[in-house]
């Protein structure tokens, strides 16, 4: 059996894990004006928000892993004695690091390297990495694994709330916006990822409250599996995050537990400060 060596982006907020599992992160970068940071490294996700909140006229932009460097954190799994590599990435259609990914294993010689879309991100996209390494140490090969993964993949969404769309329109990361912009940016929407992975208008809203309660009330709506594993990702919503997590233990008590999670900053840069997420994964 293959020793499989592991990868991740840091747009899975993986960083912010405690996981026993020897996980390579290559990492985006955050940028403001002539400032660069890499993402974790130099700044985090409180720090982040507090800034964004404290200076509303910073508009970070962010900037994906070299294709160098994703080739070098390759030549280290190989040199660690891996021979093969799976990658979990950001959904591609959110950013170009699946194919910078792609293009940098096309570029290693001697270790295959399996580059996979997860059409997710935030905790959705670490949940498939963390069963890869659980698989790996298992014994499990790649195609036993990357076929678990595609499953996931299927079996997984999130409901959005962003506090504007101001960062989501400036950066491009918002799809089937239309009318939306412009004066509409003052409304609270519901967004929600696709199926294909990229991030979409559903309801628009014109309150930070109802539009938190709105996420809520759609995911008890419409989730009912029995073996579920719901979760939230926010950029600093703690204002909102208590009051989330009762209501949905206390409406779904059988779910058990309801962690949380940040969103790393260089996804927060495009959902902006306040944002808060519900997430849920169907387990087979």
Not at 84 to 113: D, F, H, Q
Request: proline letters at 4%.
């Amino acid at each position: 059996m293959s020793k499989i060596g592991l990868v991740v982006c840091g747009n899975s907020g993986i960083d912010y894990i405690d996981h026993p599992y020897d996980i390579r992160v290559i990492r985006s970068t955050l940028i403001f004006g002539e400032e660069e940071y890499t993402d974790f490294v130099d700044i985090q996700a409180d720090a982040f928000y507090q800034m964004l909140r404290e200076n509303p006229d910073l508009h970070p932009t962010t900037a994906q892993t070299a294709t160098g460097e994703i080739l070098d954190t390759y030549e280290k799994l190989k040199k660690d004695g891996y021979e093969e590599i799976i990658v979990v990435t950001i959904s591609a259609k959110l950013s170009g690091t699946y194919e910078g990914a792609r293009i940098a294993g096309n570029m290693l010689e001697g270790v295959p390297v399996h580059v996979f879309d997860s059409k997710s991100v935030a905790y959705g996209e670490a949940y498939m990495i963390l069963k890869a390494a659980e698989m790996a140490q298992a014994g499990h090969g790649v195609p036993e694994i990357i076929d678990t993964l595609s499953q996931i993949r299927e079996n997984q969404g999130l409901y959005v709330s962003v506090d504007t769309l101001e960062f989501l329109v400036k950066n491009g990361r918002l799809s089937g916006v239309g009318g939306w912009v412009g004066t509409k940016l003052k409304i609270k929407p519901m967004l929600h990822l696709t199926r294909e992975g990229r991030i979409e208008p559903l309801e628009k809203i014109r309150s930070r409250k109802k539009a938190i309660n709105r996420i809520v009330d759609r995911f008890l709506e419409e989730r009912r599996e029995a073996d579920l594993e719901p979760f939230i990702v926010h950029a600093n919503a703690y204002d909102a995050l208590e009051d989330v997590r009762s209501r949905l233990q206390e409406a779904r008590p059988e779910i058990g537990e309801v962690k949380d999670y940040p969103l790393t900053p260089v996804v927060g840069a495009h959902a902006g400060p306040g944002a808060l997420a519900i997430g849920w994964i169907v387990k087979e």
